[in-house]
């Protein structure tokens, strides 16, 4: 067990300074409107949000446990690349940022699985979890369908966010292959944390949070050889956000 920690953290050290070079500095903030706060704020939660790399097939209680390390590739939408060019003056904004984190999940009794996901470096805190639980375990010709809730915590530059989510999936385990689609909602709260250097430049009145709801659909596969499991997703988010990524764990 020490020597595949010791993988997942040596994977881990390469992952993270990609995340840092893609540092967003604002250097002022006076071009921010409603829309342009709403725009980041979303971008920026969906960018963090905690993804399982999961099917719907439960993991069991035999060991039932993964310990993974994460890699997504979030494109941002034309809006936020707008909102930080003229709402937050940031001269060249990214065509999309890598958010790499370590994760872990164990399999529990009645068809639960629990998962956490997280990562803390320089001008990035990310922490999140979910809990799963498969209706339909995907016994036999039968395909695994399951319910998931999930909350994630994102510090991620000068912008702090909330998300909660609810996804319905299904999956169909074919042994050492598991293709999965699903659905959801994600319920996204969050502000702009201005520097002191700059907070002059903010327009008088405007608010600097924002909330609302955002749908997302989502697949992916799982593909299990031996002890090591990849999982590979692709999710489109309505507020036009596309994503890509996946995990590589140790699975017991």
């Not at 872990?104 to 990562?119: E, N």
């Not at 915590?153 to 609810?166: C, P």
């Amino acid at each position: 067990m020490k020597k595949y920690a010791l993988v997942m953290l040596a994977s881990f050290s390469v992952l993270l300074p990609r995340a840092e070079a893609q540092t967003i500095n604002p250097s002022t903030f006076a071009g921010l409107l409603a829309p342009t706060v709403s725009s980041l704020v979303q971008t920026t939660a969906i960018s963090g949000v905690h993804r399982p790399y999961a099917a719907a097939t439960p993991l069991g209680v035999t060991v039932g446990l993964e310990i993974g390390a994460d890699l997504t590739y979030v494109m941002f939408p034309q809006s936020f690349k707008d909102a930080l060019s003229v709402g937050a003056g940031v001269a060249t904004p990214p065509q999309g940022v890598p958010v790499p984190k370590i994760s872990i999940r164990k399999g529990l009794p009645a068809g639960i699985d629990l998962g956490v996901s997280g990562i803390y470096y320089t001008g990035i805190a990310v922490f999140g979890g979910d809990l799963q639980w498969a209706l339909l375990k995907g016994i036999g010709p039968l395909p695994a369908i399951a319910l998931r809730g999930g909350y994630t915590y994102s510090q991620l530059f000068f912008l702090q966010t909330h998300t909660a989510s609810a996804d319905v999936m299904i999956s169909k385990n074919f042994v050492v292959f598991d293709p999965y689609v699903a659905g959801g909602v994600q319920f996204v709260s969050g502000s702009i944390q201005v520097p002191t250097a700059i907070a002059a430049t903010v327009p008088g009145g405007l608010s600097l949070s924002s909330t609302g709801f955002l749908g997302h659909v989502f697949g992916g596969f799982a593909l299990k050889l031996f002890i090591i499991k990849i999982i590979a997703e692709a999710d489109y988010n309505f507020n036009s956000t596309i994503s890509f990524g996946g995990r590589v764990a140790f699975s017991f």
